[in-house]
């Protein structure tokens, strides 16, 4: 149990897990960080989580970013490629999406310190994506194999980085941060023996430098993007429960009310039958 006031933690960090379309509940974390005053200065993410935060490191409202997420497809990131290779469809398609919604932007010239996790096909081996394009690090990070085809970047050969850690504790300290908040969504792969991590990954979760938030998603699958209003709403209060003992300073925007439908006016027989 921490007894460091996360609000004024000057190097506090964010740590957001893989889980494919479970990453909207990502952003129901994000607006109750936002809610009580705590804005951590360094966020790192694995896969999913590499796309929710590059929208907190480039500043996107948490609440325009529930909007956002409403409309989004598989279809957003990646185009199916026609050409044979190591997955069905070409992460490229991310920038045409990204240009949608502001471009392209240099991590190193983010607000936030960002970094995302992938992980380096021949070596086996964990790569930090911290500088360069925003759009080539999450490309690399979401590169689920067998779906997404490998990232090329700076002499790598990059897939998902959730083969190594789906939850980026580790890659977040050595960022700088002195106390982080992981935010859990799917299990450890450990897919393959040799790269098994989960047990190393819990060690870091139980530390009293880490504060963890584990939204309920159950059964719910990473691979179809259905009731995400359900999801970001799971975040919330999961984030809510973990962060209890933090005000709110800053409340939630209050929804906008539905717009009542005007019926049409009468047409002009009708309306003389009304005056007789």
Do not use: C
Not at 143 to 168: C, I, M, S, T, W
């Amino acid at each position: 149990m921490t007894t460091v006031d996360l609000r004024y933690e000057s190097r506090l960090g964010l740590a957001l897990g893989g889980g494919g379309a479970l990453g909207a509940a990502h952003v129901g974390v994000l607006q109750v960080l936002a809610e009580r005053g705590i804005a951590p200065s360094i966020v790192v993410g694995t896969s999913a989580g590499s796309l929710m935060g590059a929208a907190y490191a480039i500043g996107i409202d948490p609440y325009e970013l529930e909007r956002m997420v409403l409309g989004v497809s598989w279809g957003d990131f990646g185009t199916l490629s026609m050409t044979p290779g190591f997955g069905v469809l070409d992460t490229a398609g991310l920038r045409d999406t990204v240009d949608r919604v502001g471009g392209d932007r240099l991590i190193e010239d983010l607000p936030v310190r960002y970094a995302a996790v992938a992980t380096d096909l021949l070596s086996e081996e964990v790569v930090l994506l911290d500088h360069g394009s925003i759009v080539d690090a999450m490309r690399a990070s979401i590169a689920v194999p067998g779906l997404f085809r490998p990232a090329k970047l700076e002499g790598h050969l990059l897939v998902d980085g959730g083969l190594l850690q789906n939850l980026p504790l580790e890659a977040t300290f050595e960022m700088g941060a002195r106390h982080v908040i992981g935010v859990r969504l799917a299990p450890e792969w450990d897919a393959i023996p040799r790269l098994r991590t989960a047990l190393e990954v819990h060690a870091l979760e139980i530390r009293s430098d880490v504060t963890l938030i584990s939204p309920r998603v159950r059964h719910r699958s990473q691979w179809v993007a259905r009731d995400i209003p359900g999801l970001v709403a799971l975040g919330r209060e999961a984030a809510e429960a973990a962060l209890a003992s933090y005000p709110v300073t800053t409340p939630r925007p209050a929804a906008n009310p539905p717009t009542e439908e005007v019926p049409p006016p009468p047409r002009g027989g009708e309306a003389d039958r009304r005056k007789r």
